[in-house]
C-alpha cells in the first residue's frame, strides 16, 4: 500500500480571520477572485522568466511562459494555471497557511482600524489568494517548483479553519488551481463571464492568457506604445492593474528617451497616501523592467526614498539583462535612470502645478510630506524640489499658498532672507510678539505649521540666494521700529533694568536687552540657539534623542512700555514684587513665543501677584 503523506494542517490565527470576512462579509464583486489569481499566475511566471536569466537547470523548461483558464460548467469549476516558479511545501504553508505577504495583511489591519468591509478594501488591499474562498466551496492548488529536484504536491482546503498537503503524481512546472465552485456562483464556471471579467480586469498582464484554448489579452506592454494611441481610461486600467489600486491616478508621467540612456517610464502619482492612513512606510511602488521583462517590482535603489509613493513602470533597454538584484541597486546605470526619471518628474510637477494650482494645492494637502521629506534628505535634488514648497505667509490668506519664489520676487531686493515662524496653527503666529516687528516693516514671513518644516528650512538653508532664517533668532536686526511717539527709559535705566532682569531671572535666561522690534508687547523671547529651535528639541525629546531640554533663550524688553517703565521703579522700590512681576514677564513671552515647557510655577505666581493687587 502506498505510504499516506496526507498531512493536516492549522491556518494561523490572522488567516481565519481574513477568511472569515472574506466568506461571510463580502457579497458584492466577487468576481475579484478571478483577478487576484491571474494576477499571482502572472507574479509567479515573473519570478520564473528572472530565474531563466541566470538559472541553467530548470524543471519543464520547454513550457511557454503563458496562463491558462479552463471553465467547466459541468462539473461546476474553474481552473487556473500557470507555468511559473511554483511552490515547495514550505512556500505552500508559508505562503497560503500564514499572512507573511502584503496584502491580507495591510487589509487586516485596516478591517481592525474600523474600516468598512466591502469591495473597495479589496481593491485597495487586495485579500490575495483568500479572496477565492469568496466563492469556493473547496480549492485544490497542484504545484511543482521550478528546481529539478522538488516534488508534486496538492495542497486543498474548504477554507474553514485546516488545510491539507499531500504528495501529488506528475504535476507540470508552476501551479494549477481547481476551484470547485459554490452552487450560487456557478456563473465564473461560464465560459463568456468569465471572458467579460478576464478582459475588465486583466487585459495588462504580460504573458499570454488563454481561455479555454482561445487567448484574450493583447500583451504589448502600455509603456512602450505610442502616447497618442492611448486614452486615458486605458491608462487609468492599467493604473489599478499595476498598482493593485481602487482609487483613480492623480498625476500621469509618461516618458521616453533615446540618449543618452533608452528609458520607457510609465509613472503616476495616486490619490490617497497610505502612509497618511496609517500603514506605516510604503515600499518603492516603481517597478524596474529591461526590455519588458521585470527585474525588481520593489527597486530599493532606483528612485530617491522619498518617491516611495509613486506607482508605475521604468523600462529600460540599456540595464544587462542578467544583471541582479544586487548589483542593480549600486549601479552607475540604476543611478543615471533614477536621477533622469527623478528629474523628470520634479519637472512635471512644477509644470502640473503652474497649469492648474488647484488641483496642485490639492495634491500637496496630502503629498506634502514626501517632498518635504526629498528636501531634507535628497541632496542631489533639493534646490529643484524646494520649487514644490507651498506654505501660507503674512502676505496670503488662510489656507492660501505661496511659493517660495513668490516670496522672493515680492521682497525689496536688499532683504537678504526669506523669513518663516513655526506655530501649530495661524492665529498663534498672527497674535504672537514675534511678527509684531516684521509686521511694522512690511517684512513677508512664512508660516510653519508643522515641526518638519523648521527641518526642512534648516536643509535648505537657502533659496535664490537668500538665506531661510527663523523670525524668533536672537541674531536678527531690524531697523528700530519708529512707531508710537512714546517716550522711552533713558539709556541709563534701561540698562540698569536689563543688568537687574538679568540678576532675577538667573540661569533660566541667556541675555536681557532692549528690543528695536516690539511695538505692543512689553517683552519678547528669542531663540539664541544656533542649531535647533525649541519645537525642533521639543521633537527631539518625544523621540528620545537624549536631548537636554534646556532652551537658550534671549529676552528682550519694550522700554516704551508702561509695564516696563513702571517695572523700572519697582525694583528700587518693593524688589520683591518687581522680582514677581518680572518672572511673570518672562513666562508670558515664553507663552506667546511657544517656547513654556512646564506652567505648574506659574500659577502660584499670579495669586500671590493677585493678592498683592488686592491689597490695595
Ligand atoms: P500576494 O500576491 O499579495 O503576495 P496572495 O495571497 O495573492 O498575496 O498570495 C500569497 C503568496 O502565495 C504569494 O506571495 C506567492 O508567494 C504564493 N502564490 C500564490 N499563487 C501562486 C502561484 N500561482 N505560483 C506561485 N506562488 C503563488
Ligand atoms: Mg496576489
Known amino acids: 500500500m502506498a505510504e499516506k503523506t496526507t498531512k493536516k494542517h492549522e491556518f494561523q490565527a490572522e488567516v481565519k480571520q481574513v477568511l472569515d470576512i472574506v466568506i461571510n462579509s463580502l457579497y458584492t464583486d466577487k468576481e475579484v477572485f478571478i483577478r487576484e489569481l491571474v494576477s499571482n499566475a502572472s507574479d509567479a511566471l515573473e519570478k520564473l522568466r528572472y530565474i531563466q536569466l541566470t538559472e541553467k537547470e530548470i524543471y519543464d523548461e520547454e513550457l511557454p511562459l503563458e496562463i491558462t483558464i479552463t471553465t467547466d460548467d459541468k462539473e461546476n469549476t474553474i481552473t487556473i494555471e500557470d507555468h511559473g516558479i511554483g511552490m515547495t511545501r514550505d512556500d505552500l504553508s508559508q505562503n497560503l497557511g500564514t499572512i507573511a505577504h502584503s496584502g491580507s495583511k495591510a487589509f487586516l489591519s485596516a478591517v481592525k482600524k474600523g474600516g468598512e468591509v466591502n469591495q473597495n478594501l479589496i481593491g485597495q488591499f487586495g485579500v490575495g489568494f483568500y479572496s477565492v474562498f469568496m466563492v469556493a466551496k473547496s480549492v485544490e492548488v497542484y504545484t511543482h517548483n521550478w528546481t529539478k529536484t522538488a516534488k508534486s504536491l496538492l495542497w486543498k482546503s474548504d477554507g474553514s479553519g485546516t488545510y491539507e498537503i499531500e504528495s501529488a503524481k506528475g504535476v507540470r512546472r508552476g501551479t494549477k488551481i481547481v476551484v470547485h465552485l459554490k452552487d450560487e456562483d456557478k ?49 487609468t486600467e492599467f493604473y489599478k492593474f499595476q498598482a493593485n489600486a481602487f482609487d483613480e491616478p492623480n498625476y500621469r508621467m509618461h516618458f521616453s528617451s533615446d540618449a543618452p540612456i533608452e528609458i520607457n517610464s510609465l509613472i503616476f502619482v495616486p490619490k490617497m497616501n497610505p502612509e497618511q492612513m496609517g500603514f506605516g512606510k510604503v515600499d518603492p511602488g516603481v517597478s524596474l523592467y529591461c526590455k519588458k521583462v521585470l527585474i525588481d517590482n520593489k527597486p530599493e535603489g532606483l528612485l530617491p526614498d522619498w518617491m516611495r509613493f509613486l506607482k508605475g513602470v521604468v523600462d529600460s533597454a540599456d ?14 546605470l540604476t543611478n543615471k535612470i533614477g536621477q533622469v526619471i527623478t528629474g523628470r518628474f520634479i519637472k512635471t510637477l512644477e509644470d502640473e502645478s503652474k497649469k492648474n494650482a488647484e488641483k496642485y494645492n490639492e495634491f500637496y494637502k496630502n503629498f506634502s510630506i514626501f517632498i518635504k521629506e526629498g528636501v531634507a534628505a535628497d541632496f542631489k535634488n533639493r534646490d529643484q524640489l524646494a520649487k514644490l514648497l507651498r506654505y501660507e505667509s503674512s502676505a496670503t490668506e488662510k489656507d492660501e499658498f505661496t511659493t517660495l519664489q513668490d516670496y522672493v520676487d515680492r521682497t525689496k531686493e536688499e532683504q537678504k532672507e526669506i523669513y518663516y515662524l513655526y506655530a501649530p496653527n495661524r492665529e498663534t503666529i498672527d497674535s504672537g510678539p514675534h511678527l509684531e516687528a516684521f509686521k511694522a516693516h512690511g517684512i513677508e514671513v512664512l508660516y510653519l505649521y508643522e515641526p518638519v518644516d523648521e527641518f526642512v528650512m534648516t536643509s535648505l538653508a537657502k533659496y535664490a540666494d537668500k538665506d531661510l532664517v527663523s523670525a524668533d533668532n536672537s541674531d536678527i536686526e531690524l531697523e528700530e521700529v519708529a512707531a508710537k511717539k512714546k517716550k522711552a527709559l533713558s539709556r541709563k535705566d534701561s540698562e540698569a533694568l536689563c543688568e537687574w532682569i538679568k540678576e532675577s531671572l538667573g540661569e533660566s535666561i541667556n541675555e536681557v536687552s532692549v528690543s528695536k522690534r516690539l511695538v505692543d508687547s512689553p517683552a519678547i523671547a528669542l531663540n539664541a540657539d544656533k542649531v535647533m529651535s525649541p519645537s525642533m528639541r521639543r521633537m527631539m525629546k518625544a523621540m528620545k534623542q537624549g536631548v537636554d531640554m534646556k532652551n537658550s533663550v534671549n529676552l528682550e524688553i519694550n522700554t516704551k512700555h508702561d509695564l516696563i517703565k513702571n ?17 511673570q514677564i518672562l513666562d508670558n513671552a515664553l507663552i506667546a513665543a511657544g517656547y513654556l515647557e512646564d506652567p505648574r510655577d506659574m500659577v502660584s505666581r499670579v495669586y500671590k501677584l493677585l493678592e498683592k493687587v488686592s491689597e490695595k
Open 319 to 332: 540595464l544587462p539583462l542578467n544583471i541582479s538584484r544586487e548589483s542593480m541597486q549600486d549601479s552607475a
Open 567 to 583: 517695572l523700572s521703579a519697582l525694583k528700587d522700590k518693593d524688589a520683591d514684587t518687581a522680582k514677581l512681576v518680572t518672572e
Open 187 to 235: 456563473e465564473f464556471s461560464n465560459s463568456e463571464r468569465v471572458k467579460h471579467i478576464l478582459t475588465h480586469y486583466s487585459s495588462f498582464v504580460q504573458f499570454p492568457i488563454k481561455l479555454n484554448g482561445e487567448q484574450i489579452n493583447n500583451i504589448q506592454p502600455i509603456w512602450m506604445r505610442n502616447k497618442n494611441e492611448i486614452t486615458d481610461e486605458e491608462y
